[in-house]
């Protein structure tokens, strides 16, 4: 599972990767057989219920930038490929972030979108109800704006405690992203699946050293 943040151009900010590289990165999966999955093929895979295609591989976006709408999005098409963005309903109507519309056509195009926390807080410093509140209302606001089901939750920062897992429990989410390096396999806990981080400047080599361990 790779993790994406923004697409654009801020050199010197390794949460940014540019639209050429991301479309160098696309075009060699593309071309050496990689099958980037829809949200509920990867988990139907994770919990041993489809036989996984040739090179499975889960594209997601952190974060509801505005540029993965104006960016990623066209390079996801152009592809062929699916890919989930996590976001924060709570930055809706702030120029850097995608806004109902962009997050609609986006689904409409094969993306998946699920919650990211209403704020992108960080929920150890929250109490249990103020964590309950942010991560409720965000499936909540994406369920009544995009229709099906926002049960799939990432932590903003990665971070977490024993509230968080108990809500996430307690209301039926289905799966849950950190930012733990490594690759998802069906061992680890349903809620700390870890991802491998894509760092915007790093080289085209590195990238292909992370995704395939070679
Ligand atoms: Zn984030």
Not at 4 to 21: A, C, F, L, Q, R
Not at 175 to 204: C, M, P, W
Request: proline residues 6%.
């Amino acid at each position: 599972m790779l993790n994406y943040h923004s697409v654009d151009y801020d050199p010197g900010n390794i949460v940014v990767i540019t639209p050429e590289k991301l479309d160098e990165q696309m075009a060699f999966l593309s071309e050496n057989g990689y099958n980037p999955l829809t949200l509920d093929d990867f988990f139907l895979i994770l919990e041993g219920g489809l036989e996984p295609p040739e090179k499975p591989v889960l594209l997601t976006f952190d974060d509801g930038y505005a540029d993965n709408y104006k960016y990623a999005m066209p390079i996801m098409t152009k592809y062929g490929f699916h890919a989930t963005m996590f976001m924060s309903p709570g930055t809706i109507g702030q120029d850097w972030y995608v806004n109902w519309e962009q997050a609609k056509e986006m689904k409409e195009a094969g993306w998946d979108i699920q919650p990211h926390g209403m704020t992108h807080p960080h929920l150890p410093k929250l109490s249990a109800e103020e964590q309950a509140n942010e991560i409720i209302e965000a499936r909540k606001q994406i369920e009544e704006h995009l229709g099906g089901t926002a049960d799939v939750f990432c932590y903003p920062y990665g971070e977490y405690n024993g509230d968080t897992l108990r809500i996430l429990e307690e209301n039926d989410f289905r799966f849950a992203f950190t930012i733990q390096q490594g690759r998802t396999d069906s061992s680890q806990h349903k809620f700390q699946l870890k991802r491998i981080y894509v760092n915007g400047e790093e080289s085209f080599k590195t990238w292909k050293q992370r995704l395939t361990g070679k």
